[in-house]
């Protein structure tokens, strides 16, 4: 197998010390980035439709997650939901802007508040993706994938649970792309966001250095 090249080992290099900065974050820096990959999430669902933005959204948060404790996870996927919903829920605000002179004062509560419960979800998928990498010790692209499973769950239950919210599923992303959208037809909304999530996420892997030795080694038949 034919070695990297310096631009290669250059753009490696690049990537790898930015994943270890963003896992690194503490106290505001975390919290405001973590706030800002939920927003950037937001992006790709209609009507804006900036599918793309996922993956810088799923691979920071993938970074970004990797915390020692519980708690810290806990947060980062709270922050993270809250900057998601507060700006995929910007449709909720209508229904106060009807009689505005009466109601519109609401309308920043009503989104926020509903923002904020529902990031309760976003946080335990978040949680029990670190806590099963902690436990099992597993690589980054391990846990995008488990990161993207807890997600799926995590919607699941947003739709089920007291009464359900099912609105602004990861899947809906695709509402404007009727190739990918047939996908749907085999797997279900929640299947195509599970695929989304996951496809976003795995980038994050690329600054796992511990699998990339097996990997060529695998490739090149060496193993």
């Avoid at 980062?76 to 919903?85: S, V």
């Avoid at 004062?105 to 335990?124: D, N, Q, T, Y």
């Avoid at 099963?132 to 692209?141: C, I, N, T």
Wanted: glycine share 12%; hydrophobic share 60%.
């Amino acid at each position: 197998m034919a070695p990297a090249s310096p631009a290669d080992q250059e753009a490696d290099g690049v990537f790898v010390r930015l994943a270890r900065e963003i896992t690194a974050f503490t106290g505001w820096r975390a919290s405001s980035t973590a706030v800002g990959l939920g927003i950037l999430g937001a992006a790709a669902m209609p009507p804006f439709g900036i599918v793309i933005a996922l993956v810088p959204a799923f691979t920071g948060l993938a970074w970004l997650c990797e915390r020692p404790r519980w708690q810290g996870a806990f947060a980062i996927g709270w922050l993270f939901g809250f900057g998601h919903f507060a700006i995929g829920f910007y449709w909720v605000a209508n229904a106060f802007l009807v009689e505005a002179q009466l109601y519109g004062w609401l309308a920043p509560f009503a989104v926020a508040g509903l923002a904020a419960g529902m990031a309760l979800f976003p946080a335990l998928a978040v949680t029990a993706a670190n806590e099963l990498g902690l436990a099992l010790g597993l690589r980054r692209w391990a846990r995008a994938l488990a990161l993207a499973a807890f997600w799926t769950l995590a919607e699941w239950l947003r739709g089920q649970l007291f009464t359900g919210f099912p609105w602004n599923l990861i899947g809906t992303v695709w509402v404007a792309n009727e190739l990918v959208l047939q996908t749907a037809a085999w797997v279900g909304v929640f299947g195509l966001g599970h695929l989304t999530v996951a496809a976003a996420g795995l980038p994050a892997a690329l600054a796992d250095v511990r699998g990339r030795r097996p990997l060529a080694q695998a490739v090149s038949g060496t193993a």
